[in-house]
Antibody
C-alpha cells in the first residue's frame, strides 16, 4: 500500500524557516519523481516544486512564487522528500501536500504551515 | 504559464442529474489533463487522468472529454457522495497549474 506522510508544519513568523518532510512507503521511491503541492486557506491548489530521480540527476523545478526561497531535496535511503522553506511570507500559509506519480495519483494527508507574526 | 479557466465556480444539482464542469486551457496541452475531487478535510483524489482515462476505483458515472483546448468532467447521475470541490490540473508543462475549483452541492 502506498503511503505518504508529511510532518514538520507549524506556526512560524514571517522571515523565518521551516523544513517539511514527506516519508513514503509502498513503492520504489528511488525511481519516483516527487512533488509538493499546497492549498491556500481559500482552497486554491498550487504546484510548488518537483524533484526527479537520480537517473535524471535529481533535477528540480519550482513555482515562481517560491523560487529562491524554497528547496526540494530527497534521501533515497530513507524514501523521503523534503521541502526547506526560507524567508517565509504570510502568503505561504497553506496546507502542504507531497504527491506522486505523474498525475498525482497519491497524496499525503497534508501538513499545515501558518506564517504569522 | 498555462492558465486553466474552470467553470462554473459553484453548482447546485439534484440527485441523478447530469453535471458538467469545464476547464479551458490557455494553450494546447494535448491530453495532459487530470480531474480531482476533494472532500472537506481530505486530500484531493484523482478521478480522471490523460483527459479521458478513469482512475482506478472511480465509478463509471464519472467521465472526461476533450474538445480542442476545452476539457470537461461529466457526472452522469449525481449521487450524494459526489458533493465536494472539483479541480482540473494541467501536467503538460511546468509550472503545473490547477483550475480555481468548482464547488458542487446537492439541491
Amino acid at each position: 500500500e502506498v503511503q505518504l506522510v508529511e510532518t514538520g508544519g507549524g506556526l512560524v513568523q514571517p522571515g523565518k524557516s521551516l523544513k517539511l518532510t514527506c516519508a513514503t512507503s509502498g513503492f520504489t521511491f528511488s525511481n519516483a519523481w516527487m512533488h509538493w503541492v499546497r492549498q491556500s486557506p481559500e482552497k486554491q491548489l498550487e504546484w510548488v516544486a518537483q524533484i526527479k530521480a537520480k537517473s535524471n540527476n535529481y533535477a528540480t523545478y519550482y513555482a515562481e512564487s517560491v523560487k529562491g526561497r524554497f528547496t526540494i531535496s530527497r534521501d533515497d535511503s530513507k524514501s523521503s522528500v523534503y521541502l526547506q522553506m526560507n524567508s517565509l511570507k504570510e502568503e505561504d500559509t497553506a496546507i502542504y501536500y507531497c504527491t506522486w506519480p505523474s498525475y498525482f495519483d497519491y497524496w499525503g494527508q497534508g501538513v499545515m504551515v501558518t506564517v504569522s507574526s | 504559464d498555462i492558465q486553466m479557466t474552470q467553470s462554473p465556480a459553484s453548482l447546485s444539482a439534484s440527485l441523478e442529474e447530469i453535471v458538467t464542469i469545464t476547464c479551458q486551457a490557455s494553450q494546447d496541452i494535448g491530453n495532459w489533463l487530470a480531474w480531482y475531487q476533494q472532500k472537506p478535510g481530505k486530500s484531493p483524489q484523482l478521478l480522471i487522468h490523460s483527459a479521458t482515462s478513469l482512475a482506478d476505483g472511480i465509478p463509471s458515472r464519472f467521465s472526461g472529454s476533450r474538445s480542442g483546448t476545452q476539457y470537461s468532467l461529466k457526472i452522469s447521475r449525481l449521487q450524494v457522495e459526489d458533493t465536494g470541490i472539483y479541480y482540473c490540473l494541467q501536467r503538460y508543462s511546468n509550472p503545473n497549474t490547477f483550475g480555481a475549483g468548482t464547488k458542487l452541492e446537492l439541491k
